[in-house]
């Protein structure tokens, strides 16, 4: 199985602030990389596929880079509905498997 | 108004069955493929199982053997049946949509909360 590994595991930051959230994959997943926001007590909503493809919806100032085993969301001009978990998730191959999470925090 | 709702999820003793549903609206369901995916509480998410718009099912080793996933298309529908439950499956399942081009979860039900406890 492919793990992933995100860093750090939480962060304060300032509304305003521009955030990075990294992700290593194990082995190399060419694009094959997703990004997910949780809120507290509720569902996943997708942000990122292809590494670097905006869903349908999603603010610009959320932006997904990487490609190979290195990835990165960034997140320019923190809102304050920002403030939630984020996931990375590879679907390069079976099974899917996603990071251990990063949790974004009001300073 | 694409949507999934989930329902089925409940308090059951250890070695006890459920069967997980989680009902499609809004997009042509036989289209995708579609997956389960669970949480524990203040933990992460684990993908659970898939099924593709071919039929192939597929499932991580923690669950292969125990559960079955299955999709009814004239019903709009997804199922997760879950046998042999264990402690550790306690959690919030979700049902998911892969994305067109792969298996990137871009819809997500609400998700059911299967409790396993003696």
């Known amino acids: 199985d492919i793990q992933m590994t995100q860093s750090p595991s939480s962060l304060s930051a300032s509304v305003g602030d521009r955030v990075t959230i990294t992700c290593r994959a194990s082995q190399g997943i060419s694009s094959w990389l997703a990004w997910y926001q949780q809120k507290p007590e509720k569902a996943p909503k997708s942000l990122i596929y292809a590494a670097s493809s905006l869903q349908s919806g999603v603010p610009s100032r959320f932006s997904g880079s990487g490609s190979g085993t290195d990835f990165t969301l960034t997140i320019s001009d923190l809102q304050p509905e920002d403030f939630a978990t984020y996931y990375c998730?590879?679907?390069?191959?079976?099974?899917?498997?996603f990071g251990g999470g990063t949790k974004v925090e009001i300073k | 108004e694409v949507q999934l709702v989930e329902s089925g999820g409940g308090l059951l003793q250890p070695g006890g069955s459920l069967r997980l549903s989680c009902a499609a609206s809004?997009?042509?369901?036989?289209?995708?493929?579609m997956h389960w995916v669970r949480q524990v509480t203040g933990k992460g998410l684990e993908w659970v199982s898939a099924?593709?718009?071919?039929?192939?099912?597929y499932y991580p080793d923690s669950v292969k053997g125990r559960f079955t996933i299955s999709r009814e298309n004239a019903k709009n529908s997804l199922y997760l049946q879950m046998n042999s439950l264990r402690a550790g499956d306690t959690a919030v399942y979700y049902c998911?949509?892969?994305?067109?081009?792969?298996?990137?979860?871009?819809?997500w039900g609400q998700g059911t909360m299967v409790t396993v406890s003696s």
């Open positions: 998730q590879q679907y390069n191959s079976y099974p899917p498997t």
């Open positions: 809004g997009f042509s369901f036989s289209s995708y493929d």
């Open positions: 099924v593709h718009t071919t039929g192939d099912t």
């Open positions: 998911t949509r892969g994305s067109p081009g792969g298996d990137a979860f871009d819809i």
